[in-house]
Protein backbone atom coordinates (compact mmCIF):
# COMPACT_ATOMS: atom_id res chain seq x y z
CA UNK A 1 0.00 0.00 0.00
CA UNK A 2 1.31 3.17 -0.75
CA UNK A 3 2.26 5.41 1.95
CA UNK A 4 -0.33 8.65 3.03
CA UNK A 5 -0.77 10.46 5.77
CA UNK A 6 -2.98 9.63 7.69
CA UNK A 7 -6.26 11.00 10.07
CA UNK A 8 -5.17 11.40 13.43
CA UNK A 9 -1.46 9.22 12.60
CA UNK A 10 -3.88 6.40 12.52
CA UNK A 11 -3.32 2.92 10.78
CA UNK A 12 -3.54 2.38 6.77
CA UNK A 13 -6.51 0.06 6.21
CA UNK A 14 -9.87 -1.30 7.54
CA UNK A 15 -8.53 -2.64 10.79
CA UNK A 16 -10.07 0.25 12.69
CA UNK A 17 -13.74 0.13 14.29
CA UNK A 18 -14.38 2.79 12.50
CA UNK A 19 -12.83 3.30 8.83
CA UNK A 20 -12.17 6.60 7.60
CA UNK A 21 -12.64 6.82 3.57
CA UNK A 22 -11.67 10.10 1.77
CA UNK A 23 -14.25 11.40 -0.94
CA UNK A 24 -11.96 14.25 -3.01
CA UNK A 25 -15.20 14.80 -5.31
CA UNK A 26 -16.87 18.07 -5.61
CA UNK A 27 -18.64 18.03 -9.13
CA UNK A 28 -22.16 17.70 -7.52
CA UNK A 29 -22.05 21.28 -7.24
CA UNK A 30 -21.42 24.00 -9.81
CA UNK A 31 -17.91 24.64 -10.77
CA UNK A 32 -17.49 28.06 -9.48
CA UNK A 33 -17.74 27.09 -5.87
CA UNK A 34 -15.43 23.88 -6.59
CA UNK A 35 -12.75 23.25 -3.87
CA UNK A 36 -14.28 21.00 -1.25
CA UNK A 37 -12.59 18.17 -3.57
CA UNK A 38 -9.46 19.38 -1.61
CA UNK A 39 -10.59 18.85 1.87
CA UNK A 40 -9.71 14.99 3.04
CA UNK A 41 -5.97 15.60 2.20
CA UNK A 42 -5.81 18.94 4.14
CA UNK A 43 -8.37 17.89 6.98
CA UNK A 44 -5.85 15.27 7.97
CA UNK A 45 -2.65 17.16 7.84
CA UNK A 46 -4.45 19.38 9.70
CA UNK A 47 -5.41 16.39 12.09
CA UNK A 48 -1.73 15.76 13.07
CA UNK A 49 1.37 14.66 13.36
CA UNK A 50 2.76 17.32 16.29
CA UNK A 51 -0.80 17.73 18.12
CA UNK A 52 -3.18 15.00 17.25
CA UNK A 53 -1.22 12.25 16.34
CA UNK A 54 -2.25 8.92 17.38
CA UNK A 55 1.55 7.63 17.57
CA UNK A 56 0.89 6.82 21.54
CA UNK A 57 -1.95 5.11 20.81
CA UNK A 58 -5.22 7.86 22.70
CA UNK A 59 -6.13 11.07 22.23
CA UNK A 60 -7.63 13.28 24.50
CA UNK A 61 -9.67 16.23 24.83
CA UNK A 62 -8.22 19.27 27.25
CA UNK A 63 -11.61 20.47 28.25
CA UNK A 64 -13.06 17.67 29.10
CA UNK A 65 -9.33 16.00 30.35
CA UNK A 66 -11.68 13.01 28.78
CA UNK A 67 -9.96 10.52 26.60
CA UNK A 68 -11.42 10.54 22.86
CA UNK A 69 -10.66 7.56 21.01
CA UNK A 70 -7.36 4.65 20.94
CA UNK A 71 -5.32 3.95 18.49
CA UNK A 72 -7.47 0.38 17.58
CA UNK A 73 -10.69 2.49 17.41
CA UNK A 74 -9.39 4.05 13.98
CA UNK A 75 -7.90 3.05 10.49
CA UNK A 76 -8.02 4.89 7.20
CA UNK A 77 -8.19 3.41 3.99
CA UNK A 78 -7.44 6.70 2.03
CA UNK A 79 -8.71 8.66 -0.84
CA UNK A 80 -10.79 7.07 -3.46
CA UNK A 81 -9.58 8.72 -6.15
CA UNK A 82 -11.95 10.67 -9.09
CA UNK A 83 -10.59 9.49 -12.46
CA UNK A 84 -11.59 11.35 -15.15
CA UNK A 85 -11.66 8.59 -17.79
CA UNK A 86 -14.34 7.40 -15.74
CA UNK A 87 -17.93 8.89 -15.24
CA UNK A 88 -19.68 10.39 -12.11
CA UNK A 89 -22.00 7.43 -11.74
CA UNK A 90 -19.23 5.18 -11.79
CA UNK A 91 -17.75 7.00 -9.43
CA UNK A 92 -20.22 7.29 -6.93
CA UNK A 93 -21.27 3.69 -7.23
CA UNK A 94 -18.06 3.20 -6.06
CA UNK A 95 -17.82 4.88 -3.40
CA UNK A 96 -21.50 2.90 -2.50
CA UNK A 97 -19.79 -0.12 -2.91
CA UNK A 98 -16.93 0.55 -0.66
CA UNK A 99 -19.45 1.34 2.14
CA UNK A 100 -21.82 -1.70 1.39
CA UNK A 101 -17.88 -3.92 1.78
CA UNK A 102 -17.25 -1.77 5.18
CA UNK A 103 -20.83 -1.65 6.62
CA UNK A 104 -21.07 -5.70 5.31
CA UNK A 105 -18.24 -6.21 7.82
CA UNK A 106 -19.61 -4.84 10.83
CA UNK A 107 -17.57 -1.15 10.52
CA UNK A 108 -18.61 2.32 11.07
CA UNK A 109 -17.59 4.54 8.34
CA UNK A 110 -16.55 7.74 8.56
CA UNK A 111 -16.70 9.95 4.78
CA UNK A 112 -14.34 12.72 4.37
CA UNK A 113 -15.95 14.82 1.31
CA UNK A 114 -16.06 16.42 -0.85
CA UNK A 115 -19.70 17.83 -1.43
CA UNK A 116 -22.71 16.82 0.35
CA UNK A 117 -23.57 14.57 -2.80
CA UNK A 118 -21.07 12.24 -1.36
CA UNK A 119 -23.75 11.28 1.29
CA UNK A 120 -26.19 10.18 -1.50
CA UNK A 121 -23.97 8.00 -2.61
CA UNK A 122 -22.66 6.34 1.01
CA UNK A 123 -26.63 5.97 1.35
CA UNK A 124 -27.39 4.26 -1.60
CA UNK A 125 -23.67 2.02 -0.39
CA UNK A 126 -26.29 1.33 3.20
CA UNK A 127 -28.81 0.70 1.58
CA UNK A 128 -27.27 -2.18 -0.69
CA UNK A 129 -26.73 -4.54 2.01
CA UNK A 130 -29.90 -3.72 3.68
CA UNK A 131 -28.96 -1.01 6.29
CA UNK A 132 -31.80 1.19 7.03
CA UNK A 133 -30.68 3.75 9.15
CA UNK A 134 -32.60 7.00 9.71
CA UNK A 135 -30.25 10.56 9.28
CA UNK A 136 -29.34 13.35 11.02
CA UNK A 137 -28.37 16.09 9.16
CA UNK A 138 -26.60 19.10 10.29
CA UNK A 139 -27.01 21.94 7.68
CA UNK A 140 -27.86 25.79 6.62
CA UNK A 141 -29.59 24.21 3.56
CA UNK A 142 -32.13 21.84 3.20
CA UNK A 143 -30.90 19.95 0.05
CA UNK A 144 -34.45 19.19 -1.17
CA UNK A 145 -35.53 19.81 -4.80
CA UNK A 146 -38.43 22.22 -5.53
CA UNK A 147 -40.12 19.32 -7.84
CA UNK A 148 -39.09 16.85 -9.24
CA UNK A 149 -37.38 16.81 -13.11
CA UNK A 150 -37.06 14.00 -14.79
CA UNK A 151 -33.71 12.87 -16.09
CA UNK A 152 -31.81 15.59 -13.91
CA UNK A 153 -28.99 14.53 -11.80
CA UNK A 154 -29.49 14.86 -8.59
CA UNK A 155 -26.55 17.85 -6.32
CA UNK A 156 -25.12 18.71 -3.37
CA UNK A 157 -28.11 20.92 -3.36
CA UNK A 158 -30.77 18.64 -4.13
CA UNK A 159 -29.98 15.32 -2.78
CA UNK A 160 -32.13 14.67 -0.21
CA UNK A 161 -35.02 14.66 -2.22
CA UNK A 162 -33.13 11.56 -4.44
CA UNK A 163 -32.51 9.78 -0.85
CA UNK A 164 -35.86 10.45 0.07
CA UNK A 165 -37.69 9.24 -3.35
CA UNK A 166 -35.44 6.31 -3.29
CA UNK A 167 -36.54 5.25 0.44
CA UNK A 168 -32.35 4.89 1.55
CA UNK A 169 -33.65 5.97 5.20
CA UNK A 170 -36.35 5.84 7.69
CA UNK A 171 -36.17 9.71 7.84
CA UNK A 172 -34.17 12.47 7.90
CA UNK A 173 -33.80 14.98 10.35
CA UNK A 174 -32.37 17.97 9.59
CA UNK A 175 -31.06 20.61 12.10
CA UNK A 176 -29.69 24.33 11.51
CA UNK A 177 -31.49 24.77 8.49
CA UNK A 178 -32.17 28.51 7.80
CA UNK A 179 -31.98 31.85 5.45
CA UNK A 180 -33.82 32.84 1.79
CA UNK A 181 -34.57 31.09 -0.71
CA UNK A 182 -36.65 31.63 -4.09
CA UNK A 183 -38.91 28.47 -3.02
CA UNK A 184 -40.12 26.44 -0.72
CA UNK A 185 -38.48 22.73 -1.29
CA UNK A 186 -41.45 20.08 -1.70
CA UNK A 187 -41.15 18.28 1.87
CA UNK A 188 -41.21 14.22 1.51
CA UNK A 189 -42.65 13.20 4.36
CA UNK A 190 -39.73 11.54 5.33
CA UNK A 191 -37.98 14.42 6.16
CA UNK A 192 -38.32 17.17 8.33
CA UNK A 193 -36.61 20.19 10.20
CA UNK A 194 -36.26 20.14 13.83
CA UNK A 195 -34.87 22.31 16.31
CA UNK A 196 -31.43 21.09 18.78
CA UNK A 197 -34.27 21.06 21.22
CA UNK A 198 -36.81 18.99 19.67
CA UNK A 199 -34.31 16.40 17.92
CA UNK A 200 -34.66 13.35 21.17
CA UNK A 201 -38.48 13.33 20.63
CA UNK A 202 -37.87 13.25 16.68
CA UNK A 203 -35.42 9.88 16.61
CA UNK A 204 -36.94 6.85 15.86
CA UNK A 205 -36.27 4.29 18.97
CA UNK A 206 -34.27 1.03 18.02
CA UNK A 207 -33.27 2.55 14.51
CA UNK A 208 -29.40 3.07 13.98
CA UNK A 209 -28.30 6.46 13.26
CA UNK A 210 -26.52 8.17 10.02
CA UNK A 211 -24.67 11.43 10.85
CA UNK A 212 -24.20 13.64 7.79
CA UNK A 213 -22.45 16.90 8.75
CA UNK A 214 -22.16 19.71 5.88
CA UNK A 215 -19.69 22.30 7.36
CA UNK A 216 -22.57 24.68 6.54
CA UNK A 217 -24.65 24.51 9.27
CA UNK A 218 -22.26 26.24 11.72
CA UNK A 219 -22.11 30.08 11.78
CA UNK A 220 -19.62 31.47 9.24
CA UNK A 221 -17.89 33.38 11.99
CA UNK A 222 -16.37 30.41 13.52
CA UNK A 223 -16.48 28.10 9.81
CA UNK A 224 -16.26 30.47 7.39
CA UNK A 225 -14.72 28.08 4.90
CA UNK A 226 -17.84 26.83 3.07
CA UNK A 227 -19.11 27.45 -0.56
CA UNK A 228 -22.61 29.02 0.24
CA UNK A 229 -22.06 30.71 3.67
CA UNK A 230 -25.45 31.37 5.85
CA UNK A 231 -24.96 33.70 8.21
CA UNK A 232 -26.60 33.01 12.15
CA UNK A 233 -25.49 28.69 12.20
CA UNK A 234 -25.03 26.99 15.01
CA UNK A 235 -22.42 27.28 17.17
CA UNK A 236 -19.58 24.42 17.69
CA UNK A 237 -21.02 22.65 20.83
CA UNK A 238 -24.23 22.24 18.88
CA UNK A 239 -22.46 19.06 17.69
CA UNK A 240 -21.62 17.40 21.18
CA UNK A 241 -25.38 18.25 22.31
CA UNK A 242 -26.39 16.17 18.84
CA UNK A 243 -24.31 13.13 19.50
CA UNK A 244 -25.50 13.45 23.70
CA UNK A 245 -29.08 13.47 22.64
CA UNK A 246 -28.51 10.18 20.26
CA UNK A 247 -26.68 8.96 23.38
CA UNK A 248 -29.23 9.37 25.45
CA UNK A 249 -31.74 8.18 23.28
CA UNK A 250 -29.76 4.75 23.55
CA UNK A 251 -29.16 5.06 19.71
CA UNK A 252 -25.80 3.83 18.01
CA UNK A 253 -24.04 6.18 15.14
CA UNK A 254 -23.55 3.73 12.53
CA UNK A 255 -21.77 6.01 10.24
CA UNK A 256 -20.83 9.47 9.97
CA UNK A 257 -19.46 12.35 7.21
CA UNK A 258 -18.55 15.56 7.10
CA UNK A 259 -18.64 17.31 3.88
CA UNK A 260 -18.38 20.86 2.08
CA UNK A 261 -15.37 22.34 4.01
CA UNK A 262 -14.08 24.19 0.96
CA UNK A 263 -10.40 24.99 1.70
CA UNK A 264 -10.29 27.81 -0.98
CA UNK A 265 -12.25 29.82 1.36
CA UNK A 266 -10.29 29.45 4.50
CA UNK A 267 -8.28 31.52 6.49
CA UNK A 268 -4.54 31.68 6.11
CA UNK A 269 -4.53 29.35 9.14
CA UNK A 270 -6.98 26.93 8.58
CA UNK A 271 -9.40 28.37 11.12
CA UNK A 272 -12.34 26.36 9.71
CA UNK A 273 -10.22 23.17 8.68
CA UNK A 274 -9.27 23.25 12.67
CA UNK A 275 -13.09 23.02 13.73
CA UNK A 276 -13.32 20.12 11.01
CA UNK A 277 -10.48 17.91 12.90
CA UNK A 278 -12.30 18.52 16.24
CA UNK A 279 -15.87 17.94 14.45
CA UNK A 280 -13.93 14.59 12.89
CA UNK A 281 -12.75 13.56 16.01
CA UNK A 282 -16.01 14.03 18.00
CA UNK A 283 -17.75 11.61 15.24
CA UNK A 284 -14.86 9.12 15.62
CA UNK A 285 -15.24 8.99 19.45
CA UNK A 286 -18.83 8.67 19.05
CA UNK A 287 -18.89 5.67 16.94
CA UNK A 288 -16.15 4.27 18.66
CA UNK A 289 -17.81 4.01 22.09
CA UNK A 290 -20.59 2.36 20.22
CA UNK A 291 -18.35 -0.09 18.83
CA UNK A 292 -16.99 -0.57 22.54
CA UNK A 293 -20.78 -1.86 23.14
CA UNK A 294 -22.97 0.84 24.85
CA UNK A 295 -24.86 0.30 22.07
CA UNK A 296 -25.37 -2.36 19.50
CA UNK A 297 -25.89 -1.72 16.12
CA UNK A 298 -29.14 -2.93 14.47
MN1 LIG B 1 -25.76 20.31 2.42
Not at 145 to 157: I, K
Not at 192 to 201: A, D, I, K, N, S
Request: hydrophobic share 45%.
Amino acid sequence: MKSFRTLFGCEAGASGRVVALGVPYDRGTDPEHGGAAAAPTLIRSLSGPEHHCLAKGQLFDLASRSQLFVGADLSDLGNLRFQTSGTDDAYLAQVGDAMATLVHAGKRTLVLGGDHLVTLAVLRGYAQVGRRVQVVQLDAHHDLDEHPVSGERPTHATFMSAVADEGLAAQVLQVGVRGLSPYLPRTPDTVRVVGLGELERALLPATDVYLTVDTDAFDPAAAPAVSYPEPGGLGFDALDRVLATIRAAGLAVAGADWTEYNPRFDTAHHLTGRLVVRGVAALVTAMAQAAHGTAELR
